[in-house]
Structure formats: structure tokens, C-alpha cells
């Protein structure tokens, strides 16, 4: 099962700043925390990963908390072309060496 | 970044037949290499784990004469789907990891949608 908890889905305007927030209680010192974006028949993309505190690209931005059990992927001023399907993955494989991907968060932005 | 090329895109097919479909990582050596189904407004479901020669390792309820993975190199996994029937219709994802790292990220192909008549 996955490790990982996020909302079903989100609704935001464009030119708004999205958080999505990601629960991973179960987090193990290794893992790291990746994001994916995923469109409509295509396959996910990488969009950022991070282990601790702040991680910014020129996607978005991935907070951190200390403890570690949840996440928050930023994404500034949204625009229609983000609407997509996002999923948050802890470590990349679980103890038996798999990668699950849980339901993943769908943005739908509006004009 | 890496690239995995993923095809055929879309294929139609009629019941009975079999359906192959490539995925290679062009600009690296994939070690590992996943395969994943998605029914519509669902999430990936992974169905094997190939690792450059050796037998593919199949999640619960796959089958595996049915869903044939072959990761000959370490730039190209196939799955072939023998004997496609309409339950079969879905979309195929494949995605390749570089290096052995539990926190490798993933590179996916563009996915293939299967239809099946």
C-alpha cells in the first residue's frame, strides 16, 4: 500500500499559489520525497524532490517540517496548463522493493 | 534530463492477438525498469518490476503468461500482451530508474493506450 496520504481534489483560479499537502507518517530516515504531475494520457513527470526543509526549482516549491510526516508542494501563480493529476511518493520503493503510487491529488484550475 | 521512449502511443487491436510494447531509455542505463497500468480517472497500478536480465518480478494478480516482459539490456523492457481480450483495454506506462538508490527518481514513458475490440 502506499505510504502516503493527499486530497482527492483541489479547485484553484489561475494566477493563484496552490499548496497541496501530502501525510506520510510512516516516513523512514532514507526516504526522500518526491512529487509527479501527471497530464491526461500521458505518463507522470518528475517535478521536484527534497529530504528536508525548503527545496525550490523552477517548478515549484517543496516544504519540509522537521518531524517529516507531511510535505507541501507549492505551486506559485497556477495557470490552466497546471491542471493535472499530482502524486507525492516517500522513498521510491517499499520494503519489498516496489513502487506504488497512491490516488494522487487532482488539481482542476479555473479561469 | 533522461528521456524514455515509450511505443506505440495507441494501438487498436482485435481480441485474441498480441500486442508489443517497447520502452527504452535513450540517454541512460535503466537497471530498472516498472510497468504500470491506469484505468481511467484511477491511479498507476504496478504491475511488474523488470530488472536487466532476470525474470520480471509480477504484483498480486497479474498474470504473467499473459503480460510477457522481457528487459533484454539495459536500455529497453518490453511487455507484450498475448491473447488481448476488451479487459485488457487500458493505458500502459513504463518508467526506468538509473541507478539502484531507494530514491532514485523515475523517468516514465508517454504511456500506451490499448484498445481492444
Known amino acids: 500500500l502506499a505510504k502516503t496520504t493527499q486530497p482527492i481534489s483541489m479547485d484553484s483560479y489561475e494566477g493563484q499559489e496552490v499548496n497541496i499537502t501530502c501525510s506520510h507518517n510512516n516516513i523512514a530516515t532514507n526516504d526522500y520525497i518526491t512529487w509527479y504531475q501527471q497530464f491526461p494520457s500521458q505518463g507522470p513527470r518528475f517535478i521536484i524532490q527534497g529530504y528536508k526543509t525548503k527545496v525550490t526549482n523552477e517548478v515549484a516549491s517543496l516544504f519540509i517540517p522537521a518531524d517529516r510526516k507531511s510535505s507541501t508542494l507549492s505551486l506559485p501563480r497556477v495557470s490552466l496548463s497546471d491542471t493535472a493529476v499530482y502524486y507525492c511518493?516517500?522513498?521510491?520503493?517499499?520494503?519489498?522493493?516496489?513502487?506504488?503510487f497512491g490516488k494522487g491529488t487532482r488539481l482542476h484550475i479555473l479561469p | 534530463g533522461a528521456v524514455v521512449s515509450q511505443h506505440p502511443s495507441w494501438v487498436i487491436c482485435k481480441s485474441g492477438t498480441s500486442v508489443k510494447i517497447e520502452c527504452r531509455s535513450l540517454?541512460?542505463?535503466?537497471?530498472?525498469m516498472f510497468w504500470y497500468r491506469q484505468f481511467p480517472k484511477q491511479s498507476l497500478m504496478l504491475m511488474a518490476t523488470?530488472?536487466?536480465?532476470?525474470?520480471?518480478?509480477?504484483e498480486q494478480g497479474v498474470e504473467k503468461d499473459k503480460f510477457l516482459i522481457n528487459h533484454a539490456s539495459l536500455t529497453l523492457s518490453t511487455l507484450t500482451v498475448t491473447s488481448a481480450h476488451p479487459e485488457d483495454s487500458s493505458f500502459y506506462i513504463c518508467s526506468a530508474q538509473q541507478g539502484g538508490s531507494t530514491n532514485e527518481k523515475l523517468f516514465f514513458g508517454s504511456g500506451t493506450q490499448l484498445s481492444v475490440l
Open positions: 523488470s530488472n536487466e536480465g532476470s525474470k520480471a518480478t509480477y
Open positions: 511518493l516517500v522513498g521510491d520503493r517499499d520494503r519489498d522493493d516496489k513502487i506504488i
Open positions: 540517454d541512460f542505463q535503466a537497471t530498472t
